[in-house]
């Protein structure tokens, strides 16, 4: 997506209403994430008290820091947006619930990718819990 967005030929939008970046070049059209629509998201679920948030692929977040030059930047945008106090309304003071959780959700590589992700590079930091896909079941079986 980065190098979409870096394209002089794509059109980048934000839906604010909807809190969700897209862009169009040419004839595709990609919806997708960025850390604004990540921190937006985050901050609804403190302010509405919900249990957490899941994020499922987190592998595909950026572990290299290529593109943009932060590795992790949803993660990052994420665990940022988890500071109750920095999204208060008027005079209001509340504590983050603490059972608000962010589970995070890896796919092991397959032998077969050309540059799978070493375990040693995935970010736990931000994650309450970590759930490790091992296998994918296709229609076939």
Not at 71 to 97: G, I, T
């Amino acid at each position: 997506v980065c190098e979409l967005e870096r394209d002089p030929d794509s059109r980048v939008y934000f839906d604010s209403n909807r809190s969700v970046p897209f862009l169009i070049n040419g004839n595709q059209f990609v919806a997708y994430e960025n850390p604004r629509s990540i921190r937006s998201k985050t901050t609804w679920a403190s302010m509405e008290r919900l249990g957490g948030i899941a994020v499922f692929d987190a592998q595909l977040d950026n572990p290299k820091g290529l593109c943009p030059q932060q590795p992790f930047p949803l993660l990052s945008a994420m665990a940022d947006a988890q500071v109750c106090h920095s999204c208060v309304q008027k005079d209001e003071v509340f504590r983050c619930d603490p059972l608000f959780t962010v589970s995070c959700s890896y796919r092991l590589p397959t032998a077969h990718e050309p540059s799978p992700m070493s375990i040693d590079k995935i970010s736990f930091d931000p994650c309450d819990q970590i759930v490790v896909e091992e296998v994918f079941l296709t229609d076939s079986g």
